[in-house]
Protein backbone atom coordinates (compact mmCIF):
# COMPACT_ATOMS: atom_id res chain seq x y z
CA UNK A 1 0.00 0.00 0.00
CA UNK A 2 2.63 2.43 0.37
CA UNK A 3 3.79 2.22 -3.00
CA UNK A 4 0.80 2.85 -4.31
CA UNK A 5 0.73 6.08 -1.74
CA UNK A 6 4.09 7.08 -3.28
CA UNK A 7 2.44 6.68 -6.79
CA UNK A 8 -0.45 8.64 -5.49
CA UNK A 9 2.11 11.75 -4.49
CA UNK A 10 3.63 11.79 -7.73
CA UNK A 11 0.64 11.76 -9.70
CA UNK A 12 -1.96 13.44 -8.22
CA UNK A 13 0.51 15.73 -6.18
CA UNK A 14 0.77 16.55 -1.89
CA UNK A 15 -2.47 16.27 0.09
CA UNK A 16 -4.12 19.62 1.48
CA UNK A 17 -4.26 19.47 5.40
CA UNK A 18 -8.35 17.19 5.56
CA UNK A 19 -8.06 15.57 2.58
CA UNK A 20 -6.96 12.17 2.03
CA UNK A 21 -5.99 9.53 -1.11
CA UNK A 22 -8.79 7.75 -1.74
CA UNK A 23 -10.51 4.54 -3.92
CA UNK A 24 -12.92 5.59 -6.42
CA UNK A 25 -14.15 2.38 -6.77
CA UNK A 26 -13.90 0.79 -3.28
CA UNK A 27 -12.01 -2.59 -3.10
CA UNK A 28 -14.99 -3.93 -1.33
CA UNK A 29 -16.83 -3.11 -4.72
CA UNK A 30 -14.48 -4.46 -6.71
CA UNK A 31 -12.32 -1.36 -7.37
CA UNK A 32 -8.37 -2.24 -8.17
CA UNK A 33 -5.62 -1.05 -6.11
CA UNK A 34 -4.12 0.70 -8.67
CA UNK A 35 -3.44 4.32 -9.97
CA UNK A 36 -6.32 4.83 -12.23
CA UNK A 37 -8.21 4.15 -9.25
CA UNK A 38 -7.20 6.53 -6.80
CA UNK A 39 -8.62 10.17 -6.36
CA UNK A 40 -8.15 12.60 -3.26
CA UNK A 41 -11.32 13.20 -1.06
CA UNK A 42 -12.25 15.51 2.27
CA UNK A 43 -11.87 13.65 5.24
CA UNK A 44 -15.19 14.20 6.40
CA UNK A 45 -16.39 12.86 2.83
CA UNK A 46 -14.56 9.94 2.83
CA UNK A 47 -16.06 8.88 6.65
CA UNK A 48 -20.11 9.43 5.39
CA UNK A 49 -19.09 7.54 2.36
CA UNK A 50 -17.91 4.38 4.06
CA UNK A 51 -19.91 4.83 6.65
CA UNK A 52 -23.18 5.41 4.62
CA UNK A 53 -21.49 2.10 1.97
CA UNK A 54 -20.71 -0.03 5.38
CA UNK A 55 -24.49 0.14 6.13
CA UNK A 56 -26.00 -0.55 3.00
CA UNK A 57 -23.61 -3.40 2.21
CA UNK A 58 -23.01 -4.84 5.95
CA UNK A 59 -25.93 -8.65 5.32
CA UNK A 60 -24.80 -8.78 1.51
CA UNK A 61 -23.07 -12.48 0.76
CA UNK A 62 -19.65 -12.11 -1.28
CA UNK A 63 -20.40 -11.50 -4.43
CA UNK A 64 -23.89 -10.26 -4.43
CA UNK A 65 -25.21 -7.54 -6.73
CA UNK A 66 -25.13 -3.89 -5.29
CA UNK A 67 -27.19 -0.77 -6.09
CA UNK A 68 -26.03 1.73 -3.90
CA UNK A 69 -28.13 4.92 -3.24
CA UNK A 70 -26.09 7.76 -3.31
CA UNK A 71 -27.17 11.18 -1.60
CA UNK A 72 -25.55 13.90 -1.40
Do not use: H, W
Not at 19 to 45: F, M, Q, V
Not at 56 to 65: E, F, N, R, T, V
Amino acid sequence: MSALVEVAKKTLGTLCEGRKYCLAIPGRLGGEYDISNIKTIALNELISFSGNLARQIKDLPPGAKVKLNVAK
